[in-house]
């Protein structure tokens, strides 16, 4: 049978939260994918009609438990866990092809950032579910001697993906930012001082992990940053990116420093990255023109990264049920800093779009199957 009509089951961990059941809405359109198991925690026993009724065709399946018994014998698994709960659970499933943890415990490459961020016991980092991430050309890491180089020559993190069997989805965060900013990264266009400032909406925080914010007494008509002050668990994964994009290993990440302040407003879905650093000696001496062709040669074969035409800014209401991000660029030479935006669907392109092209790469499956670079505006 060719790879590309071949059916894979699927058993998603963690389907009554928010990102697994992203997951679930991108797997029953996907034409491999069959989901015939789907587990929770306090919701054992319940039926998937109560917790994803805008998914009809699962309606009948009834959420299992959590467990290695319950999960081996799938093709695929995917993790849709709180950080900390994935680790262990991962380790157990030594029969199944690929599994993807949605959650942190498999991302960071170095063990002192797990420490000061999460802290508990570490688990090995797994291949960075991020194709696009730019795997820069003198990398010490491992992993960059097998990325592939797109058609411009730019070497990128699907070479890795392609036949991996265990991998790390990104936080949805770390995602906006790194693709807002990882041209001007390996282009030396910035070095340092970034400022990364987003607006997220409710949906990141979970539905479990969140419901004290949930409630829309609180949300609606308010804007309140969270994790200021260099504390957002997402700071490590960023500077790791970036390290890459650089050309250089996890453990040379400190050199990037990073501000990080995240804003959530009453959106329930979608992230807006600005992103912004002192340009570069080099990069004061080039013209804007010349800035932008960095981007759109990093992102022209990218079929779910989005230069939007010069001076048209990204909006969230454009990719929310997409995997797309839409980025665009601006220079302000009075001020010296080149800026970035980013406008991603956190659970799509931030969580399970993403998981699922990179599966879709690591079993030999046209990248964007199943996936869509259609938003739902307004
Ligand atoms: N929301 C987002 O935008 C993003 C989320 N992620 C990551 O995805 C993962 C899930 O997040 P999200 O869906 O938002 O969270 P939710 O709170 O919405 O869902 C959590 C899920 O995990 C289950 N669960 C809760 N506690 C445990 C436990 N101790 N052991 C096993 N299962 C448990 C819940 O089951 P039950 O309902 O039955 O109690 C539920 O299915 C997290 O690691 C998160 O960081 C990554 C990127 C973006
Ligand atoms: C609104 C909100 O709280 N969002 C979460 C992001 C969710 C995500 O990407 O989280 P993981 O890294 O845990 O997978 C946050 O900022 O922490």
């Known amino acids: ?7 894979y089951t699927v058993a998603i961990a963690g389907a009554t939260g928010y990102a697994g059941q992203e997951a679930l809405r991108i797997m029953e359109q996907h034409p491999n994918f069959d989901v015939t198991c789907v587990t929770g925690h306090s919701s054992v026993g319940c039926s998937m009609q109560e917790y994803a009724p805008h998914i009809p065709s699962i309606a009948g399946l009834r959420v299992e438990e959590t467990s290695a018994s319950v999960l081996s014998g799938h093709d695929i698994v ?8 994935s ?13 993807i943890d949605l959650g942190a415990d498999h991302r960071l490459e170095n063990p002192l950032d797990w420490d000061e ?13 991020m194709p696009e991430l730019i795997m820069g050309e003198n990398s010490n890491d491992v992993d960059a001697q097998y990325s592939i180089r797109d058609c411009v020559g730019i070497p990128k993190q699907r070479g890795n993906l392609k036949g991996a069997s265990r991998i ?13 900013f990882q041209p001007a990264i390996t282009a030396g266009l ?17 539905r479990k992990l969140g419901q004290a914010n949930l409630l829309a007494a609180q949300a609606l008509g308010n804007a309140v940053a969270y994790s200021v002050g260099g504390k957002h668990r997402h700071i490590p994964e960023i500077k790791q990116n970036f390290a890459h994009a650089a050309g250089l290993g996890a453990v040379d990440a400190h050199q990037f420093s990073l501000g990080f302040t995240p804003v959530l407003v009453p959106m329930s879905r979608g992230i807006m990255a600005t992103v912004c650093a002192p340009l570069s000696k080099q990069a004061q001496d080039m013209s804007d023109d010349d800035i932008r062709q960095v981007y759109d040669d990093v ?36 001020a010296n800093l080149m800026y970035a935006f980013s406008a991603i669907d956190n659970l799509n392109r931030g969580t399970a779009g ?22 739902v505006a307004p």
């Not at 995917?78 to 709960?85: D, E, S, T, V």
């Not at 989005?306 to 909006?315: A, F, G, I, K």
Request: charged content about 15%.
């Open 87 to 99: 680790g262990k659970l991962a380790s157990q499933l030594h029969d199944v092809r690929v599994v």
């Open 78 to 85: 995917i993790l849709a866990l709180p950080h900390g709960a």
């Open 117 to 129: 961020f999460y802290g508990g016991e570490y688990y090995e980092s797994w291949a960075y579910g």
């Open 1 to 7: 049978m060719h790879k590309c009509d071949q059916k």
């Open 168 to 180: 790390a989805g990104p936080g949805c965060n770390v995602t906006a930012v790194t693709l807002a």
């Open 354 to 375: 993403q998981a699922i092209q990179s599966l879709n790469i690591a079993l030999g499956l046209p990248e964007d199957a199943g996936l869509t670079t259609i938003g």
């Open 299 to 334: 992102y022209a074969t990218e079929k779910f990264i989005h230069m939007l035409p010069e001076s048209v800014l990204p909006q969230v209401s454009s990719v929310i049920g997409s995997n797309s991000a839409h980025i665009q660029i601006s220079i302000d030479r009075k």
């Open 190 to 206: 910035v070095t340092s001082d970034i400022i990364a400032n987003l607006v997220v909406g409710y949906s990141g925080a979970g």
